[in-house]
């Protein structure tokens, strides 16, 4: 018993801090309908600065502390409070890519600034070590556990006596009615933010100490909140901190248990995982009217995506092959660059397909390419001829594809972004390091392939084939999207009811386009391996890697660049993969997450469409509004005013 | 022929009836709908009124799937609902519309429409004809979709998107995409509501159509009395999720304990 006495402590106190963090996450949503994705960037912003206070101006750690919290807590609640009020009308990919692009650029501004290692932090709460029946505490740990009690204590009483705290309740599910009933809704929600900010770089400033500071690695474990709010079924206060303290403990018997087992395989990384696992699987079992989506009935309608005449379709696909077929004359080294933004254009309209096309959201889609990736690399290790690897590198992820669809099958909306999230990230934790995919050393040879005499394995022949795959699936993709399916998931996007009154199954909708989606990824994958001639789990926003990472920065990426099927494809490839290669290496690695993520919040904000499309709608708008002016029409609907108040 | 005298003597038709028996359906502690038993007869357009909350859309979701009953069965002629899908309930031939309409707004009206013909077929097919139409699927959608907008007046409003139409005209897509349908039974809930009363009265004229064309059974949940009265051959009220009264529309609209329902008196005991 008594060698288990220091996990459990340390358990608790770790799980302390989840919940508090875990708690701030479900207060703002509550309030909110805005699921904060970047809630972890926050803690790792709170711990960094007061690191920056600290360290480098040499402060007092109170003092530091006090600031910290001011900026990352109170002034970044409010800001946040702003722009949930704007998102609160936004389509729910706009919402998701917002704070998705918040986390994106905290995070790229963390490492740009402070750099990607990570730097010990010295503890500021009392070390001294106490001694309880057997087993050794330290002061800091009381202080945090004790901290984080009163805090989420003093919170829940707040909710259930005071008048404000009541109202909290009662503001997202109809603002309007609150603000009739004399509390505005605006201070609520303000409040909300603030404190869920504040608990949230309060638990990135607890932890430093004990993790160092690491702004990925940060921003992760703040991501345990995700599975302490799950337990609390993204609602319950008082669950979601029994949900935090239960998986810190968790994690750390875990660790201990593991650890003496002497195993090797994807179970050694299951303590460090437990909280996604634990995410995912709650996902799975709550039940479905438990989840309640907040916020989601006020959303504006959706206007159709800009289409191109028939003419000006021809024309531009003519010239962009035409400039496909030019570049490898014309680009000497980077070449390289160029196959990777190929493979881009296919991973941008699969991401597509799935996003725009039928709106589901996805958050792990670069997991496909990796199972894409590996497998591919296997099979030609086994002797597969190459085009018949990279096919089967996209048929196995088809399987993956279809799996994620179960959690889509019950989830909808938010919940979906959340378990695709956790998913990815167990597939990457878990399984990247398996004998399956990359094995230990995170890369396995990925050779260029010999296709009879052609010089396919030369950086232009190599073009080529790539070329020829991506206009191929290009081709396939369009097809699938003016088929009768591609109708019905347009349809479904829109209005999912009205496709099941209407006789067809959603749900196969959901697990064909997961499996579709999946299958293109997987080809793009097994064509980025061959690039270097090995395919590898980089960690961290590397183009070419398959960090979880990459996957919101796809999302971003794809946000900003439209709706268009094969148009916004390419510009979100030539904007994430060929432009920044043109800046010097370093640079670029550090300014894409930081320039993305603004442009994917600016975007996100102002109307939730592609800075292109609001281009091309404003000339459209005028003439709409010159003709029948129906949006005047619309407002004038009570009913609508009162939905626009919100 | 006037209508009136064709919905005192409805044709007879082949078309099924809608039978809910005993439906009860609690969410929690709150009992939506308690012990509701109708007929909605084939060929003949039924009324379900009642006030704001009074379970009239629940028992139309009990209807076509989109909740699960506490107790009680649907059926449509002969074949009994309960348990089944959504998508298979509306193969099997029940078609409806919402009250707060489930519309594609990012599509055409055409696309919408024709949809209401091809989600049907693509249900009912296997494999790739899930996926792929056939030219001549194709033709049968798109010639039930013209129809369908021909008969609800918006053939000019066949290239506008959906989104920018006003309530009215969404309402008449929706109507339209039913008709499109294959179906032998409608259930529109509130089709009227968002519509002035000159759009009203077009659309009551619309309904008598559809229903002397194609013969099938229509249940109309309707706030709007004339509409009701002008196209409702027998009346079904719902009150706090219970049955209060039934009988023709002449009946109802003068019976007492309807009145009371609609101004909130409490003079009259249920």
């Not at chain 1, 207060?27 to 920056?52: C, D, P, R, V």
């Not at chain 2, 006003?166 to 008449?172: A, D, F, H, K, Y």
């Amino acid at each position: 018993m008594k060698e288990w006495l220091p996990f459990i402590v340390a358990g608790i106190t770790n799980g302390s801090i989840y919940g508090l963090a875990a708690v701030g996450l479900v207060l703002t949503y509550k309030t909110s309908g805005i699921f904060n994705f970047a809630h972890g960037a926050q803690a790792a912003l709170g711990a960094y600065l007061m690191f920056e206070f600290r360290e480098r101006m040499g402060m007092s750690w109170p003092l530091a502390g006090f600031l910290s919290l001011l900026l990352a807590g109170v002034v970044a609640g409010l800001v946040l409070e702003r722009a949930a009020n704007v998102l609160a009308t936004c389509s729910l990919a706009a919402r998701v890519t917002a704070t998705v692009g918040l986390l994106v650029f905290i995070q790229g501004s963390l490492i740009a600034i402070y750099g990607a290692a990570s730097v010990p932090v010295r503890p500021f709460l009392p070390q001294k070590v106490f001694r309880f029946g057997g087993v050794n505490v330290r002061g800091e740990q009381i202080i945090v556990v004790a901290l984080v009690l009163v805090a989420v204590v003093g919170l829940y009483l707040f909710f259930t006596k005071a008048k404000l705290g009541l109202a909290v309740q009662a503001v997202v599910d109809d603002p309007a009615l609150l603000g009739l009933a004399g509390t505005s809704p605006v201070a609520v929600r303000r409040f909300a933010w603030l404190v869920g900010s504040c608990f949230a770089a309060l638990s990135g400033m607890l932890l430093a100490p004990t993790l160092a500071l690491d702004a990925r690695l940060l921003t992760l474990l703040v991501f345990f909140a995700f599975g302490a709010a799950a337990v609390g079924a993204f609602s319950s206060l008082p669950l979601t901190y029994v949900g935090g303290i239960g998986l810190g403990l968790g994690a750390s018997l875990a660790t201990k248990i593991i650890g003496g087992m002497k195993i090797t395989g994807p179970i050694q990384g299951l303590p460090a995982n437990l909280p996604f696992i634990v995410l995912f699987i709650a996902l799975l079992v709550t039940p479905t009217r438990k989840l309640v989506e907040r916020g989601s009935q006020v959303v504006r309608r959706p206007l159709p995506p800009v289409t191109f005449g028939r003419r000006t379709t021809a024309v531009a696909a003519a010239g962009g092959l035409v400039i496909a077929l030019i570049v490898p004359h014309v680009v000497n080294a980077r070449l390289p660059i160029y196959i990777t933004g190929l493979a881009y254009v296919i991973l941008f309209a699969s991401l597509g397909l799935l996003v725009r096309t039928s709106g589901q959201a996805s958050l792990c889609h670069i997991a496909f390419a990796a199972v894409g990736a590996s497998t591919a690399a296997r099979a030609v290790g086994a002797g597969f001829p190459w085009p018949l690897a990279v096919l089967i590198g996209g048929l196995v992820a088809i399987p993956i594809g279809a799996l994620l669809a179960i959690p889509a099958i019950r989830l909808s909306g938010i919940y979906l972004a959340i378990a695709t999230f956790g998913f990815g990230l167990v597939i990457q934790r878990l399984f990247y390091s398996s004998m399956f995919m990359f094995g230990g050393t995170f890369a396995i040879r990925s050779p260029r392939p010999h296709l009879g005499g052609l010089h396919t394995d030369t950086d232009v022949g190599y073009y080529h084939v790539v070329l020829a795959v991506t206009v191929a699936c290009l081709a396939v993709m369009v097809l699938i999207r003016r088929s009768r399916m591609g109708r019905l998931l347009r349809a479904f996007a829109d209005s999912p009811t009205a496709v099941d009154a209407n006789g067809t199954n959603t749900n196969e909708l959901k697990v064909l386009v997961f499996s579709i989606a999946a299958f293109f990824s997987g080809i793009a994958g097994g064509l980025l391996g061959p690039i270097t001639g090995q395919a590898a789990a980089a960690s961290g926003i590397d183009v070419g890697g398959f960090d979880f990472s990459v996957s919101l920065l796809l999302l971003t990426v794809l946000f900003v660049a439209g709706r268009q099927p094969v148009f916004s494809a390419v510009v979100g490839s030539v904007l994430l993969v060929i432009i920044p290669s043109y800046a010097t290496g370093e640079t670029a690695v550090k300014w894409n997450p930081i320039v993305f993520g603004s442009l994917a919040i600016v975007a996100a904000l102002f109307g939730g469409r592609s800075l292109i499309e609001w281009l091309a709608s404003s000339r459209r708008l005028r003439e709409r509004s010159a003709t029948t002016s129906p949006q005047a029409e619309r407002t004038a609907r009570p009913d609508l005013v009162l939905e626009a108040a919100r | 022929m006037s209508v009136t005298a064709e919905r005192l003597n409805p044709q007879t038709t082949d078309a099924p009836d809608l039978a809910v028996d005993g439906l009860t359906v609690r969410f929690g502690g709150l009992v939506a709908v308690d012990d509701v038993s109708l007929r909605a007869r084939g060929g003949v357009i039924t009324g379900l009124i009642g006030p704001n909350g009074a379970g009239k859309t629940t028992t139309f979701n009990s209807c076509t799937g989109l909740n699960t009953p506490t107790a009680g069965t649907v059926a449509l002629g002969d074949r009994t609902l309960n348990g089944h899908s959504p998508a298979w309930r509306a193969r099997l031939g029940l078609g409806r519309t919402f009250q707060r309409m489930e519309l594609f707004d990012t599509m055409t009206v055409q696309e919408n429409v024709e949809i209401g013909r091809e989600a049907l077929l693509a249900g009912k097919r296997r494999w790739t004809g899930r996926l792929f139409s056939t030219p001549s699927e194709a033709d049968v959608c798109g010639r039930e979709a013209e129809e369908a907008m021909d008969h609800c007046g918006i053939s000019p409003l066949a290239t506008k998107t959906v989104g920018d139409l006003s309530t009215g005209q969404r309402r008449l897509v929706e109507l339209a995409r039913a008709l499109a349908g294959d179906y032998r039974f409608l259930l529109l809930d509130e089709p009227s509501s968002g519509l002035d009363v000159g759009e009203t009265e077009q659309f009551a004229a619309i309904l008598s159509g559809v229903m002397e064309r194609e013969g099938i059974g229509i249940l109309l949940v309707e706030h709007d009395m004339a509409l009701v009265r002008a196209v409702c051959s027998y009346i079904y009220v719902l009150d706090f999720g219970r049955l209060i009264y039934e009988g023709t529309a002449a009946d109802v609209l003068s019976a007492e304990i309807v009145k009371a329902a609609y101004l909130g008196s409490e003079a009259v005991e249920v």
